[in-house]
């Protein structure tokens, strides 16, 4: 009987796995997508009134260059004759048949902006729940160019030192010093889409930056970033 049984179990183990590998036949078990890396970087800022040139890509497919299956969308709409954000977008689908696609942006800046350099990590301030502790980094600001950079929460920590929801819900921003210490937003980005940034003011002698932030129901707060000071 023990022995009967063994055999059953091994008829049951050889049909299974029969199956098994039809099931599967012809199925590769990697695939491949197109990777494209954008020459100069996926953000540029490009001066007022020159023409655009792309500074182009490099496109692989599994190793391969494939850079004529890449199609180019969004270089018509690049005006340099007005102050923006622009996006230019490459797009492919590789030998496997998977699409794949980034973005590069174009930042046009008009006239004079500010010589002074915004980079480092600061702390916050909300209306709503005032001043967070003077050490606590909210937010980081890089320089893109001369003038021009880009911030990681221009909420001021509202939402993530405020209300604690978590690091998720920040407004990412791009935006231009400008010689009066306005500062002009380009393009912002948060979980719920873009919110309205007005009254931008940098104030050098203590290093702090003010805005109003207003989402589009009409929920509005004011904001302050000031620049943590480095340990000597």
Partial sequence: ????????IIAFAFVFTGCGDKDTEGISSLVYLTKIELTGGDILVWEFGEPFVDPGFTATDNGVEVNETVEVSGLEDVDTGAEGLYEVKY???SKDGFASSVVR????VEG???DIDLTGGYNGYSSSYGAFPPTKEVCKITKLAPGVFEATDFFCGHYTEGRKIGGAYVMYALFKLNTDNTYTVFENDTPWGPWIISNGVYDPTIKKMTHTI???SGFSF???LTLIPEED
């Avoid at 942006?105 to 046009?108: A, D, S």
């Fill in 105 to 108: 942006k174009v930042i046009v």
């Fill in 112 to 114: 004079e902006v500010s």
């Fill in 222 to 224: 004011d904001g302050a």
């Fill in 1 to 8: 009987m023990k022995k009967l049984l063994y055999i059953l």
């Fill in 91 to 93: 797009s492919a689908v």
């Fill in 214 to 216: 207003t989402h589009p």
